[in-house]
């Protein structure tokens, strides 16, 4: 090798790099700029037709020798970075024309992304004497991606209340802390959702026919139960095609089951459950007035829409899918509920056989949006939600 020429070529690049630096930051002022008209004019800090045109320019303008889908992908994180510093523009001035700006303190937990940067815009907000205290019982609670969604949606709003994860080990003894503690509110999660019907004071109609609930509300030392599981699954699959009218071949008999099974037959939809252990799913299509096919029967099966509702694909064991490939194509649509990873390999493969596919991701949110909606009365930003969640999970890796 010679050294010469190396030293030579790496003191070209330090060059380059400062140069795209400068061009960078160039590039984010200007973007800046744009927040600030956008917070003004309330418009929409994603615009999708102007992000299209850019790439579009991009790829034509492109001379290599940077392949095309390599430059979108640098040009991709620029842009998700643009859009975040917009939005803190908006943050910023939604917070400065608020009475009473709040952000949690406990957003310091979370590390890297959109909320941990309106964190740092914020630090002098901390929690208060009258802060409400929403959480999570669960376990684990580890990976929840909820923390990060509500403290995100307070925030933003500058509502005083903060969202924490609640390991649980023995459920009556958490609920006695949250009426004890006046904890206003819970989202319940694995393996809690049935078992915490038996323990609450009431339950609404939907909980009680999905016969699982998911979210907690705690008002004068009486908590109630609700289930919006179903409003998440519904969302995500009429982004697909019309319920109405239409076969859904579920996977699975589990407690997500019986909320997509729900959510689907009261919207006119036509499931069809399909499970390995032929006892469980029939007695879940049995409750649901629906057929049961088991699941080695899968091949004979017709219908316009696949859901998968069993883990099977969820991060660590990403290469796993719960149906061969084969069957795929006489499908119209696939959703997953899975939502790490983002994309499974069954909606990989649903992709390329010709369906239009959604990650449990969309529903995560959905589920998320009404919670947050339920406890505050307010609407959610139900887009800085789903931005902030799909951050975090496009950049964990997982
Ligand atoms: N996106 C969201 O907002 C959201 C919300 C809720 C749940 N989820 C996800 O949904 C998934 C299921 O949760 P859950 O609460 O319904 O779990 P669950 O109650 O344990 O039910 C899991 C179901 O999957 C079936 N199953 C498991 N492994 C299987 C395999 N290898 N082959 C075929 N079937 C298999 C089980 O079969 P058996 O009947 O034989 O036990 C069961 O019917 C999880 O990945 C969870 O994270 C997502």
């Known amino acids: 090798m010679n050294k010469d020429s190396l030293k030579k070529f790496?003191?070209?690049?330090?060059?380059?790099?400062?140069?795209?630096?400068?061009?960078?930051?160039?590039?984010?002022?200007?973007?800046?700029?744009?927040g600030k008209l956008k917070a003004e004019d309330g418009l929409d800090i994603r615009d999708r037709e102007r992000e299209e045109a850019i790439f579009e320019y991009l790829s034509h303008e492109n001379k290599g020798?940077?392949?095309?889908?390599?430059?979108?992908?640098?040009?991709?994180k620029i842009i998700s970075i643009s859009r975040r510093l917009q939005s803190m523009e908006t943050f910023n001035r939604a917070d400065s024309e608020s009475a009473t700006p709040t952000l949690p303190s406990s957003f310091k937990g979370e590390g890297s992304g959109v909320g941990?940067?309106?964190?740092?815009?914020?630090?002098?907000?901390?929690?208060?004497?009258?802060?409400?205290v929403y959480g999570l019982l669960g376990t684990p609670v580890a990976q929840s991606m909820s923390p990060l969604m509500h403290n995100t949606a307070f925030a933003l709003?500058?509502?005083?209340?903060?969202?924490?994860?609640?390991?649980?080990?023995?459920?009556?003894?958490?609920?006695?802390?949250?009426?004890?503690?006046?904890?206003?509110?819970?989202?319940?999660?694995?393996?809690?959702?049935?078992?915490?019907?038996?323990?609450?004071?009431?339950?609404?109609?939907t909980a009680n026919k999905i016969g699982a609930v998911n979210t907690l509300i705690c008002e004068k030392n009486t908590i109630r139960g609700t289930n919006t599981d179903c409003?998440?699954?519904?969302?995500?699959?009429?982004?697909?095609?019309?319920?109405?009218?239409?076969?859904?071949?579920?996977?699975?008999?589990?407690?997500?089951?019986?909320?997509?099974?729900?959510?689907?037959?009261?919207?006119?939809?036509?499931?069809?459950?399909?499970?390995?252990t032929e006892e469980k799913g029939r007695a879940l299509a049995g409750e649901f007035d629906c057929a049961?096919?088991?699941?080695?029967?899968?091949?004979?099966?017709?219908?316009?829409?696949?859901?998968?509702?069993?883990?099977?694909?969820?991060?660590?064991?990403?290469?796993?899918?719960?149906?061969?490939?084969?069957?795929?194509?006489?499908?119209?649509?696939?959703?997953?509920?899975?939502?790490n990873p983002l994309k499974t390999r069954l909606l990989r493969e649903a992709e390329a056989a010709g369906c239009a596919v959604a990650s449990g991701f969309e529903m995560f949110v959905y589920q998320g949006v009404e919670q947050f909606t339920i406890w505050t009365g307010r609407d959610a930003p139900a887009k800085e939600m789903r931005e902030v969640v799909y951050h975090r999970l496009s950049g964990s890796g997982q």
């Open 231 to 276: 409003v998440g699954a519904v969302r995500c699959i009429e982004a697909l095609l019309p319920i109405k009218g239409h076969t859904f071949v579920v996977l699975g008999a589990g407690g997500a089951a019986r909320a997509v099974v729900f959510g689907i037959s009261s919207k006119g939809g036509t499931p069809v459950v399909v499970g390995r």
């Open 10 to 34: 790496r003191l070209k690049i330090e060059g380059l790099d400062l140069e795209i630096l400068r061009l960078l930051n160039d590039r984010a002022s200007v973007s800046l700029e744009i």
């Open 116 to 132: 941990a940067e309106l964190l740092h815009a914020k630090e002098s907000c901390t929690i208060g004497g009258r802060t409400s």
């Open 292 to 339: 049961f096919v088991p699941l080695s029967q899968i091949d004979d099966i017709k219908g316009d829409c696949l859901v998968n509702t069993t883990p099977v694909g969820m991060y660590p064991k990403a290469d796993e899918t719960p149906v061969p490939r084969s069957v795929l194509g006489k499908y119209k649509a696939v959703a997953d509920v899975i939502y």
């Open 65 to 76: 020798p940077l392949k095309t889908f390599e430059m979108n992908q640098i040009f991709e």
């Open 157 to 205: 709003l500058g509502i005083d209340a903060v969202y924490l994860p609640f390991k649980v080990d023995n459920l009556p003894g958490a609920l006695a802390g949250m009426r004890a503690l006046h904890i206003k509110g819970a989202s319940v999660t694995h393996p809690f959702k049935e078992q915490v019907i038996g323990l609450i004071d009431e339950i609404d109609d």
